[in-house]
T-cell receptor
């Protein structure tokens, strides 16, 4: 299996622009997670899905962030408009069920100037 | 709260044993995990322990679980320079309707020659 796939690996954008991050989970996994990692705040869970349905989005910072999972093999995390404080590494992870071990993608390093 | 706590930094000499400690909060956690993050990469699952176990050994890794004190540790025998990374512990939290993993702050392991 190719593991969790994320794209792009790096994204540099200007403040105010829309940013879309993409994730393909491991085939057969039912749960998908979006995390953000910064030096200041560590690893934060933003949102997670079970069977394509959002279960807990309490970690989404504000209305500028949105996430979708239209099918079992694809998810997006969108930031609109982006701000410099959104600069971080964004990880997607998937697991067979939400309480089981998670497998992480390589992350997308986002820089907002 | 759902805080999982770890010390921030550990430095050991190559060839020595490393012990990374973690305290968790949810006594009903069914699984506890150790992840490794190398620079520029995502989190990689190292090992896990089921909550009814006290110890699990996997090659150079030994996991000890003290349920009474809610304390988890990871011992790395014969530590090598390639073990330098950030190590995260995580517990499985059941929220009634779903489960998720709560990660600790991470311990940065530095291996010196």
């Amino acid at each position: 299996d190719a593991g969790v796939i994320q794209s792009p690996r790096h994204e540099v954008t200007e403040m105010g622009q829309e940013v879309t991050l993409r994730c393909k989970p491991i085939s057969g996994h039912n749960s998908l997670f979006w995390y953000r990692q910064t030096m200041m705040r560590g690893l934060e869970l933003l949102i997670y899905f079970n069977n394509n349905v959002p279960i807990d989005d309490s970690g989404m910072p504000e209305d500028r962030f949105s996430a979708k999972m239209p099918n079992a093999s694809f998810s997006t995390l969108k930031i609109q408009p982006s701000e410099p404080r959104d600069s971080a590494v964004y990880f997607c992870a998937s697991s067979f069920f939400s309480g089981y071990e998670q497998y992480f993608g390589p992350g997308t390093r986002l820089t907002v100037t | 709260g759902e805080d999982v706590e770890q010390s921030l930094f550990l430095s050991v000499r190559e060839g020595d044993s490393s012990v990374i400690n973690c305290t968790y909060t949810d006594s009903s956690s069914t699984y506890l995990y150790w992840y490794k993050q190398e620079p520029g990469a995502g989190l990689q699952l190292l090992t896990y322990i089921f909550s009814n176990m006290d110890m699990k050994q996997d090659q150079r890794l030994t996991v000890l679980l003290n349920k009474k004190d809610k304390h988890l540790s990871l011992r790395i025998a014969d530590t090598q320079t390639g073990d330098s990374a950030i190590y995260f512990c995580a517990e499985s939290i059941n929220t009634g309707t779903a489960s998720k993993l709560t990660f600790g702050t991470g311990t940065r392991l530095q291996v010196t020659l």
